[in-house]
């Protein structure tokens, strides 16, 4: 699989900064949204976040700005997975203005597999890693 859609919004107003475009925060709190969705996609949904104690935490995150977002604008993210470690994913996101297609944002994220209980890396169980591999594109 390549890329899948993790979020769909609108740029709404109190996003808008005093630049007249959309503040870096905003395009972190929909990467967060993404980064929820890629973990479902996964297996780690709420269930097992309750039952397995397991989560997926962002350890890095490396972003480059292609585009301002503007009050309004219809935008989606696209998610792509790269690499499956043995305790990690690697994955990335693009954010994209709807209308003409624009590229708005890329972001490259590491994000490690966490016991809920110990709040450590833990390796990814073999039914988590295998979801993951099925969508690296």
Known sequence: MSWFVTYRGRVEAPEIDAFGHMNVQHYMARLSIAGFAVSERVGIDAAAIKDRRLGLSMLRCE??????????????LETQ?????TTSLTFRHRLIEEAGGALAMEAKI???????DALNSTPLPADIAERARALIG
Not at 65 to 75: D, N, Q, T, V
Not at 81 to 85: D, F, I, N, R
Not at 110 to 116: F, G, S
């Open 63 to 76: 972003i480059d700005f292609k585009r301002e977002l503007s009050l309004g604008e219809a935008i989606r």
């Open 81 to 85: 997975m790269q690499k499956v470690g």
């Open 110 to 116: 590491v994000a490690v597999c966490i016991d809920m």
